[in-house]
């Protein structure tokens, strides 16, 4: 962003709040100076050039510059090797209280744990009040057993084992449990085996690296080609030559499923692989092929035992026991899990669904009911499937009574949300969030009450930051006020629009809610940009679609021309999927070929809840789910009458070959 550009962007955020206690332009000074001087050491932090951070620093030390604590903080953190216990403590003395205090704690923390300073680690902990750091959390686990010999296996194993990335701070622990033969070796290889099912070659090798460090090469050897090295290796008797041969079977089963079936039915590993061994790898064979979707995957699921396999595999083994309609083995896959698993609204729902499927008696569909129930409400998918399933109809919430004059002067004199809303108008909106988010979630243990959310919502939505108003809204527990979750940014753009190309503009807010709740200067890691995420090879082919002349994807910042474009292609997906609405927006978000597939793969017509529940990929998944949510939930606000989301849902099934495919170019 051009710096002319940041300040009319920072003007805009700031000028509804007048005069606060955070002074963003104290006692009537002009900042542009220090602005430019903060952005300078902001991409000095990203480059780790402390030399820059260090000349650069004297001119905001001591100035009252709002967001002095981020340049003390930058260029504190780059030297944490270096610095003085002297400069430390006047650091947290002076920003007592901060994100940037609690943000420095914890790189020091992790500093302490990698150079085993237990003392000076234990004497800082207290005093971190996030307590939201993974690597913070083993290396604490680490102290506890080194210090005083405590039993911390079976909180490592919950904290590991729960990481999709690798660690070094617990892989660190790891190793000295190990070690110290405290953590059983068959937490490392579980760990090692979640490497291959996950395609995670790097957590794999880290894992096995614990148990031998040369055999690395192995590991290479097995992920690039489990049956050559499976042929290679004839015995799986010994510890070693056993974990390996599953390491291998698990990366077939990711790899090949109906290879890794036919491999695992071989006479060899019915004597060398004990019962549970098997069912763990027939859980991966099954999980995988489920989410091919294919029809083998119940067969698969079928060769083990359930309470051998891991909780995503039981969770897979549901899901595809809904695509065939087996609700005895979805309400058996469910009672397999985990207690903690079991109690997600997601299983709740289909729990009580097979019960009503399968229940012979009043008493257990009472029961199924009640499940429904319990957890019917507006809030998310499987709440408002469960009012529709108890013909509770989806409506609004009263509003809760506004913030008070005292409540917004609380929100406005608050140091954390103030840097957190100048930051975001300087263009720094990462560090700005994060500022945000632990003001509202984490400077108080459980976070800021629902007064207080409403009010620091309220200064978001009035300042246009909607990401923020919603997050912050979104964590309210009883006061419900669905302006803030659900605003309605540029009516006048999406109404106009939507009604000239025949769309219902709840489905296209409820989109954009997903996408970038409104950001507009949003981007993906991918590319997409504005406030419908579009891409730019998708824009320039949607804009030729649709005979939008003289495009060119810059003009994807602008809010206008990205509403015509992502409400274009949005159009154009519902044409080519019949108008299902599932299915256009698992296009929008993994692709229509991909969604084809994913569709015609049903075989017959299904729930669209079902459909939905059994998508492959979790992002899409996740991302259908929140779009029906959102979007039944702007509908009862825009048409003002109940709705219901099992009917926007609908069934999902093939395509009807009798008629003329369209869509087929779409990107």
């Known amino acids: 962003m051009q710096f002319s550009a940041i300040l009319t962007s920072l003007a805009l955020v700031v000028s509804f709040l007048g005069t606060f206690s955070v002074s963003v332009h104290a006692q009537g000074r002009d900042n542009t100076h220090f602005d430019a001087v903060l952005l300078d050491m902001a991409q000095a932090y990203k480059e780790r050039d402390r030399k820059r951070l260090s000349a650069l620093l004297p001119q905001l030390s001591g100035s009252g510059y709002i967001l002095e604590p981020w340049a003390a903080y930058w260029e504190l953190s780059t030297r944490l090797d270096e610095v003085s216990a002297s ?136 992920y690039l080609n489990p049956a050559k090295y499976l042929r290679g290796h004839a015995t799986a008797l010994l510890p070693k030559t056993r974990e390996l041969a599953i390491l291998a079977l698990v990366r077939m089963a990711y790899l090949d499923p109906d290879q890794a079936a036919q491999e695992v039915r071989r006479l060899r590993w019915k004597l060398q692989l004990t019962p549970s061994d098997r069912s763990g790898i027939w859980g991966a064979i099954g999980k995988r092929a489920a989410q091919k979707q294919s029809d083998s995957a119940i067969d698969y699921f079928n060769q083990g035992q359930l309470f051998d396999m891991q909780d995503d595999q039981r969770a897979w083994a549901a899901r595809a026991a809904l695509r065939r309609g087996n609700w005895a083995l979805v309400h058996e896959a469910i009672a397999a899990m985990s207690p903690t698993q079991r109690g997600d609204t997601t299983w709740i729902y289909w729990q009580a669904r097979a019960d009503l499927a399968i229940a012979r008696t009043d008493a257990v569909r009472e029961r199924a009911l009640q499940a429904l129930r319990s957890i019917a409400g507006i809030t998310g998918f499987y709440e408002q499937l469960a009012l529709d399933a108890t013909n509770q109809p989806i409506t609004l919430p009263p509003r809760p009574a506004p913030p008070t004059p005292e409540e917004k002067d609380a929100a406005r004199s608050n140091p954390g949300l103030m840097r957190a809303v100048y930051a975001i108008g300087l263009g720094l909106r990462s560090d700005g969030v994060r500022e945000w988010n632990y003001t509202t979630n984490l400077h108080v243990r459980g976070g800021m009450d629902d007064r207080a959310l409403l009010a620091a919502a309220d200064l978001a939505c009035r300042a246009e930051i909607w990401d923020r108003c919603i997050g912050s809204s979104d964590r309210t527990k009883n006061q419900i006020n669905m302006d803030q979750r659900f605003p309605l940014p540029f009516r006048a753009d999406v109404v106009a629009q939507t009604a000239r190309i025949g769309l219902d503009p709840a489905d296209v807010y409820g989109l954009i809610r997903q996408e970038s709740r409104f950001v507009m200067d949003a981007r993906s890691n991918v590319g997409a940009s504005g406030l419908m995420q579009v891409m730019p090879a998708t824009a320039k082919w949607t804009a030729r679609k649709i005979g939008l002349v003289d495009f060119n994807p810059q003009q994807l910042s602008e809010r206008a021309t990205n509403i015509v474009i992502g409400t274009g292609y949005l159009k154009l997906l519902l044409d080519s999927f019949d108008g299902s609405l599932p299915l256009a927006a698992a296009a929008y978000n993994a692709g229509p070929a991909r969604t084809r597939v994913w569709r015609n793969s049903a075989g017959t017509a299904l729930d669209g809840a079902i459909w939905a529940e059994n998508i492959p990929f979790s992002e899409t998944r996740d991302y259908v789910k929140k779009v029906l949510a959102n979007t039944t939930l702007y509908g009862a606000i825009l048409s003002g009458q109940p709705q219901s989301i099992t009917t926007r849902l609908g069934t999902v099934g093939p395509r009807d070959v009798s008629r003329p495919e369209s869509g087929t170019d779409l990107p």
């Open 87 to 222: 400069d430390l403590q006047s650091f947290f003395d002076r920003y007592a209280g901060s994100y940037q205090e609690d943000r420095l704690r914890v790189d020091l923390l992790q500093q302490l744990g990698r150079n085993r300073d237990w003392t000076a680690f234990n004497r800082e902990l207290p005093r971190y009040r996030m307590a939201d750091d993974k690597s913070v959390r083993c290396y604490q686990l680490l102290s506890d057993h080194v210090g005083t010999g405590a039993n911390v296996n079976a909180d490592f194993a919950t904290t590991w084992l729960s990481l999709k990335d690798s660690d070094e701070a617990c892989a660190a622990t790891a190793q000295q449990l190990l070690a110290d033969r405290s953590l059983p070796v068959a937490t490392v290889w579980q760990r090692a085996r979640q490497g291959m099912e996950y395609d995670r070659l790097r957590v794999t090798t880290q894992a096995v690296s614990l148990v031998n460090d040369n055999w690395g090469k192995q590991v290479n050897a097995i």
